[in-house]
């Protein structure tokens, strides 16, 4: 066997930073708690808002708009928006696999172009514009190449590059890769080789199915509602000292009602309950994937990564609206009741439904904003990274940094370098910093600002100054580090300071290729053949 360590990255799929035991939740995830208790537990991690644009940057070490999907997978006409991974980019597993890896996939792709869930037999996977994942760097694939699947009977499912037909009838999605991505690891072994797996969940994204076993642990944890839920946890997270300053939560969105005018309360309830069984079984399926390493001698020698892609989402899933999009029968012919209907409750096979903004404004405590947008809510993910004897921090650590950061992290690790070509293409350059040295306790403090734009909303944030701006909305400038909710605009105050990081971010936004919204937004709605993108 080398001695080269074995890398595991598992993204988590719209989970919120406060959705952790060991970020202040009462949903139950010991295995993930105790990786983070044992290893490093990073608070200030950003992603990109967004599930395509997150996957693109973490697999590539680009920006998203570099990588080619600067918002989803529609192809916008430009090659900052083509909406799959650009030829001029490698992702993690093309930079392994030179390296001596064996690169492994369980889970979601994303990143390979649109499809549309109702029209499969129309679908042109490996396509030069729906790239798989085994045509960028993995030796083995098992999962979904879209972005949303049902859980208990998914519309379209690869292993390797062929379609899965059949399923059984204890079928569950996050059961099931992890299944197949402890399979590709024991090969691995077998094969005398190093490892790099990604794990790619799609829990807790919508639509809201666990099991009923799972779903009972919640039973009357949630009747308390959203306003108890949210100060709660963040009470806990004080009382951890989760974070170097026990910063004011932000109020309810304005959007959310009070949990006592909230009508259906038994519903909502049931809906929470259904996303942290969810959760729960994550957790579940990684310690299998934990206690599986150990069995085969190879935990001590795996650097384990964890984190989410955006935050928690506060799509409402009409029946009109996204729902619309997605198979409306199970493959054995059963009916789907299709978008969030309060007479009909969450979490089995022949139901279709999100947890929707009041709960995901929990999921996101303390912070502001939802997936999508780049306020903290939107772009905040704790980092968990565990590697036995090479990794140990007593406390959280705060220094901000960002999802591009992963890739030069784990070459570091694997002590390889980027390639700088690849199938007669010229790789450009990668974007992040390395983390290895703040995971190893060391002073570290990023270099370069970081830039996030979705949608028209953009932020920038060097040290500990934040700019942040919703689309069609002014800047706001805010002190993260003694006020990371944003509640308290220092814009007019610094003039100066958001006068340079406006200069900043729009020389970034011209470079990378950044559309304005306005342009963007109707060449997105003719793609989907949508009157809006909010679902």
């Not at 947890?355 to 999921?363: L, Q």
């Not at 772009?379 to 901000?400: E, K, N």
């Not at 909305?473 to 990371?484: G, I, N, P, Q, T």
Request: with cysteine; net charge negative; proline share 6%.
């Amino acid at each position: 066997m080398s001695d080269k360590p074995n890398i595991i990255l598992i993204l988590a799929d719209d989970l919120g930073f406060a959705d952790l035991g060991c970020t202040g939740s009462e949903i139950r995830t010991p295995n993930i708690d105790g990786l983070a208790r044992d290893g490093a537990l990073l608070t200030a991690m950003y992603n990109c808002a967004r599930c395509c644009p997150t996957r693109a940057s973490l697999l590539t070490g680009l920006y998203p708009h570099n990588a080619g999907i600067g918002h989803m997978g529609a192809d916008l006409g430009t090659p900052a928006y083509r909406g799959f991974l650009r030829n001029d980019c490698a992702t993690i597993a093309e930079h392994l696999r030179a390296a001596g890896y064996r690169t492994c996939m369980s889970g979601k792709w994303h990143v390979g172009g649109d499809f549309m869930a109702r029209e499969v037999d129309s679908w042109r996977v490996g396509d030069i514009d729906h790239p798989t994942p085994r045509q960028r760097g993995f030796d083995r694939f098992y999962g979904i190449v879209d972005g949303v699947t049902h859980f208990f009977s998914p519309h379209y499912m690869l292993e390797d590059d062929t379609r899965v037909e059949t399923f059984p009838d204890d079928f569950y999605f996050t059961d099931a890769i992890t299944d197949r991505a402890i399979g590709m690891v024991a090969e691995a072994v077998e094969m005398e080789q190093p490892f790099f797996l990604y794990l790619a969940h799609t829990a807790p994204h919508w639509p809201l199915h666990a099991h009923p076993e799972d779903i009972a642990r919640y039973d009357g944890v949630y009747g308390r509602g959203w306003d108890a839920l949210r100060g709660s946890r963040h009470e806990t997270m004080n009382a951890m000292g989760l974070f170097q300053t026990n910063w004011q939560i932000s109020p309810r969105d304005e959007d959310v009602c009070p949990w006592e005018a909230a009508p259906h309360k038994d519903w909502e309830a049931r809906k929470m309950a259904t996303y942290a069984a969810m959760v729960d079984r994550m957790d579940q399926s990684i310690g299998t994937l934990l206690a599986a390493l150990k069995r085969m001698g190879q935990f001590d020698n795996t650097l384990i990564l964890f984190l989410s892609d955006n935050g928690g989402c506060a799509e409402f899933m009409a029946e009109d609206g996204w729902a619309k999009f997605f198979p409306d029968t199970t493959h054995d012919g059963r009916h789907i009741e299709m978008g969030n209907r309060p007479e009909i409750m969450p979490g089995g096979a022949l139901t279709y439904q999100s947890y929707d903004k009041p709960w995901a404004n929990v999921s996101n405590a303390p912070f502001r904003k939802f997936k999508h947008y780049v306020h903290e809510g939107g772009i905040s993910t704790p980092l968990i990274a565990h590697w036995p004897g090479r990794i140990a921090a007593p406390v959280p650590l705060h220094a901000a940094c960002h999802v591009v950061d992963i890739l030069p992290t784990i070459l570091e690790v694997a002590g390889a370098q980027p390639v700088a070509e690849l199938d007669g293409h010229g790789m450009q350059p990668l974007q992040g910093e390395s983390l290895l040295g703040l995971l190893r306790g060391k002073d570290w403090e990023r270099a370069q600002p970081i830039f996030f734009e979705h949608e028209g909303n953009s932020a920038i944030r060097l040290g500990q100054f934040k700019l942040v701006r919703l689309h069609g909305h002014d800047w706001e400038l805010y002190d993260v580090e003694a006020d990371r909710t944003e509640l308290h605009d220092l814009i007019r105050g610094e003039p100066d300071r958001a006068k340079a990081l406006v200069a900043q971010y729009q020389d970034w936004a011209d470079k990378t290729g950044v559309l304005d919204w306005s342009i963007a937004l109707p060449r997105l709605l003719a793609a989907w053949q949508m009157d809006n993108a909010e679902g």
